[in-house]
């Protein structure tokens, strides 16, 4: 028996929920939290809003009060690169919080105070436990700002080798990362690296996350 927590960002991320209908609701901090049992499983999942900092908070509270042992984040991304296509699934391999800035003290850009590494790494084995090792396989960059414009999703891509952003990975990375419990983050690409994505975001998201859904379901009722 094991106790997963997953984090969504958004409401119309959260259609986990229409597979297992039966769960209890509670509130933390103003975050709704779902509890809910996949065969001999507990499951708590919470769609914490959009951000780094409503995603870092709902995690906290996910390893500290409801005690899982193995975090899940699955959600919308923007594409970087011009091969990845709309509704692909990427499972995070590395991530970047590209809104960290150090560099007056010497460390890089993206680096966190203490830490020799860049990079956060999401559990390699769960990732693949849930996605198998054949899928497709990327880093991702991580802020507290959609990026709609094409010229700045091209200069992310070149400046820290990502292929997908996002606004909530980072804020799960660092928490998990310091907690010393292992995450992984699957991703649904909705928009590419045109100009003015924001259309093509609202559009592809409204088909939701079938894709990781299917995966994450089959994972957790293991």
Same mark, same amino acid.
């Given at each position: ?19 297992? @209908?039966? /769960? ?16 001999? *499983? ?11 900092? #409503? %995603? #870092?908070?709902?995690? !906290? ?16 991304? =923007?594409?970087?690169?011009? &091969?990845?296509?709309? *509704? ?10 590209? +809104?960290?800035?150090?560099? %007056? ?7 966190? +105070? =203490? $830490?020799?590494?860049? +990079? ?11 996605? =198998? @090792? *054949?899928?497709?396989?990327? $880093?991702? %960059? ?9 010229? $700045?999703? #091209? %200069?992310?891509?070149?400046?820290? !080798? #990502? &292929? ?6 980072? =804020? ?5 990362? $310091? !907690? ?10 909705? +928009? ?12 592809? !998201? ?12 089959? /994972?957790?009722?293991?």
């Amino acid at each position: 028996m094991r106790k997963i927590g997953i984090v969504v960002a958004m409401n119309r991320e959260s259609a986990l929920l229409e597979i297992f @209908k039966s /769960y209890t609701e509670e509130k933390f901090c103003g975050i709704p939290f779902y509890i809910f049992k996949a065969e001999n *499983n507990t499951i708590v999942l919470t769609t914490c809003g959009i951000g780094e900092v #409503a %995603a #870092a908070s709902a995690t !906290s509270i996910l390893i500290s009060h409801y005690g899982v042992e193995e975090i899940i984040n699955y959600g919308f991304v =923007g594409s970087l690169k011009h &091969d990845l296509p709309i *509704n692909a699934v990427i499972g995070v391999n590395s991530v970047i919080h590209t +809104d960290v800035d150090l560099t %007056a003290f010497g460390s890089a850009l993206g680096q966190y +105070d =203490g $830490r020799n590494e860049v +990079d956060f790494k999401p559990n390699a084995t769960l990732t693949e436990n849930i996605l =198998g @090792k *054949n899928s497709h396989f990327g $880093r991702l %960059a991580s802020a507290d700002k959609f990026i709609s414009d094409g010229k $700045r999703k #091209a %200069a992310i891509a070149k400046d820290f !080798s #990502a &292929d997908i952003c996002d606004m909530e990975g980072a =804020g799960i990375a660092v928490v998990c990362t $310091r !907690s010393e419990i292992p995450f992984a983050l699957i991703k649904v690409v909705v +928009d590419g690296i045109e100009d003015d994505c924001t259309q093509t975001f609202e559009t592809n !998201s409204v088909f939701g996350v079938d894709g990781a859904i299917k995966k994450i379901a089959e /994972y957790i009722t293991k």
